[in-house]
């Protein structure tokens, strides 16, 4: 698989269908939906509430059974949760209040067998200083901004090195100075670290800014309806042309006539950018 130019497929989804059980049969959230994610990779899932995009991240951790198709992990079926793909959450408030920033990065080293402490540990200095962290190594999460929270989340989720990170709307709740700020930052450990992302989220803005590469989901059932390779689009294009365009055309392609020009953060629900 993959020539020596092009990186190596990390998560492949093929004819994914999903179902759930309803009244008197099954009601189809996903049909049919395939993608490829490669080493180093951000692809974004992107779509109206409700058409299937957390259904496809919960099948890509494990947590939830496809009704058809599949999904492998560097050509493994997924057939459960495991320590090669780690989720993270909403907010980033998992942090155990009661531990240091180190602690709760060993923490996420708990499900990885034959671990020593002393190589644990070095594995979680490792991650911290990859977030730039060191410093704050032995600081409580309520003394932490929520940059530094992300990043500490990052750090656990890395720590254990994980194949892909997987994120369902982690900024959805978060204020839109905040998000921006967070988008940012996870902008720039992406760069720099390289790690390979599934990232869902309804925001077109959002996934234009976090993604290289877009998967357009229809409303429900979701079915690709156009993906995007949004990879020049990163850190500091926003606003720019190259941007506005995709944008436009993304929420053409969405939700029907003719683009608009983007707000901060799509759907409009969101404060013009400051
Ligand atoms: N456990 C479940 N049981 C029954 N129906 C479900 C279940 N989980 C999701 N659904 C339905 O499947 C469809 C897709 O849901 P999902 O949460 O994957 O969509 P989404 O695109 O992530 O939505 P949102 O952007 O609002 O989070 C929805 O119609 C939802 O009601």
């Not at 490669?38 to 995009?53: A, F, I, N, Q, T």
């Not at 100075?177 to 992302?197: P, V």
Request: charged residues 20%; hydrophobic residues 45%; neutral net charge.
């Amino acid at each position: 698989m993959g020539s020596s130019a092009e990186p190596l497929v990390v998560l492949e989804a093929q004819g994914l269908s999903i179902d759930f059980p309803a009244d008197g049969g099954a009601i189809r959230a996903v049909d049919n939906v395939s993608f490829t994610i490669r080493e180093g990779e951000r692809l974004v899932l992107l779509g109206p509430s409700g058409c299937g995009k957390s259904s496809i991240l919960k099948a890509a951790a494990g947590f939830l059974k496809p009704s058809a198709g599949s999904i492998a992990l560097r050509g493994r079926p997924v057939a459960g949760p495991g320590p090669d793909r780690v989720v993270v959450f909403q907010e980033f408030d998992q942090l155990l209040p009661w531990k240091s920033v180190r602690d709760n990065v060993l923490f996420g080293l708990k499900r990885k067998p034959g671990l020593s402490a002393a190589e644990a540990r070095d594995k979680a200095d490792a991650a911290i200083e990859r977030v730039g962290l060191s410093r704050a190594a032995n600081a409580y999460p309520h003394t932490l901004s929520g940059g530094m929270k992300q990043r500490v989340a990052i750090a656990r989720a890395l720590a254990a090195e994980p194949e892909i990170l997987l994120m369902d709307e982690p900024f959805a709740a978060l204020d839109a100075l905040t998000r921006e700020r967070l988008q940012e930052e996870l902008i720039g450990l992406a760069d720099s670290l390289g790690f390979t992302l599934l990232f869902v989220t309804h925001a077109i803005d959002e996934a234009i800014l976090v993604g290289s590469r877009l998967h357009l989901l229809s409303a429900h059932p979701g079915r690709t309806v156009a993906t995007f390779d949004v990879s020049e689009l990163g850190a500091g294009s926003w606003g720019s042309p190259s941007f506005a365009s995709v944008s436009d055309e993304v929420h053409r392609i969405l939700f029907g006539g003719a683009g608009r020009r983007a707000p901060r953060s799509a759907a409009g629900q969101e404060l013009a950018h400051v």
